[in-house]
C-alpha cells in the first residue's frame, strides 16, 4: 500500500518536530515536508507530490484559511487538514469555506489526529460533532457586509460614529445605521456586549 504523503505547516518548530515525530512511526504515512508559514508552504508544494496537507490556521502573515485558498489553485487534488488551537464560528466557517476537509483541535488525541489525516485521504470529511454545532450556528446567521465588518473592527477599537466615518469616509449617520444593523445581527443592542459577542465568534481578533 502506498504512504499517504503529509506536508506539515505551523509557525511553531516544536509542534513541527512533535507531529513529524508522531507521524514517522506509522506504517501507512510519510512526512514529505514542513514549513513555518504560508508562504514558505506554497513555494515547497510546487515542486512535491502530497496528498494531505496538515496546516495551522493562525500564522504570522499568511494565514492557514489563505494558504487553503492558495494550495486549491495549485493543487486542485491536494486534501486538507487544519490543526489549530482555535475554533470560534469564523475560525471554522473560513477553514471549511476555504477547502478545509477536517477540522482538529490541537488537545486532540494521536488517535483522532491519525484519523483525521486517514479519513480525510479517503475522501471523507472529518468534522466532530461541537465543531459542526458551530458551523451550522454559523451559517445560520445573517452574513455581515464588508462595510460592516469594517466598522466593528473600528467599533472594538473603541472608537465612536464620528471617528469611525472620518476613518471610512462616511456620515456620522451611515455609521449609525451600520452599527444598528450589526448589533441586531449580533442579537444585542449593546456595543459592548456587541464586540464581546463579535470576539467570542472570532469576527474580530485581539492582536497578539
Excluded at 482538529?104 to 466532530?128: C, F, Q
Excluded at 464620528?162 to 456620515?171: A, D, P, T, V, W
Amino acid at each position: 500500500m502506498n504512504s499517504i504523503r503529509i506536508f506539515i505547516v505551523d509557525d511553531h518548530h516544536v509542534v513541527r518536530m512533535g507531529l513529524q515525530s508522531m507521524l514517522r512511526h506509522q506504517h501507512d504515512i510519510q512526512v514529505v515536508g514542513t514549513a513555518a508559514s504560508g508562504a514558505e508552504a506554497l513555494e515547497a508544494l510546487v515542486d512535491l507530490e502530497v496528498d494531505v496537507l496538515l496546516t495551522d490556521l493562525r500564522m504570522p502573515g499568511m494565514g492557514g484559511d489563505d494558504l487553503l485558498l492558495e494550495t486549491r489553485k495549485l493543487k486542485p487534488q491536494l486534501r486538507s487538514v487544519v490543526l489549530t488551537n482555535y475554533h470560534s464560528d469564523e475560525d471554522v466557517f473560513k477553514a471549511i469555506k476555504a477547502g478545509a476537509m477536517a477540522f482538529v483541535l490541537k488537545t486532540a488525541t494521536m488517535a483522532e489526529v491519525l484519523d483525521a489525516i486517514r479519513s480525510v485521504h479517503a475522501g471523507k470529511r472529518w468534522i466532530p460533532a461541537h465543531i459542526a454545532d458551530q458551523l451550522a450556528q454559523r451559517l445560520a446567521r445573517n452574513p455581515i457586509s464588508a462595510r460592516e465588518n469594517e466598522v466593528l473592527q473600528l467599533l472594538a477599537r473603541g472608537l465612536r460614529n464620528r471617528e469611525i466615518g472620518e476613518k471610512l469616509f462616511i456620515s456620522e449617520n451611515t455609521v449609525r445605521n451600520h452599527v444598528i444593523s450589526l448589533l441586531e445581527k449580533l442579537g444585542t443592542t449593546h456595543r459592548t456586549e456587541g464586540i464581546a459577542i463579535a470576539l467570542q465568534q472570532g469576527l474580530v481578533r485581539i492582536e497578539d
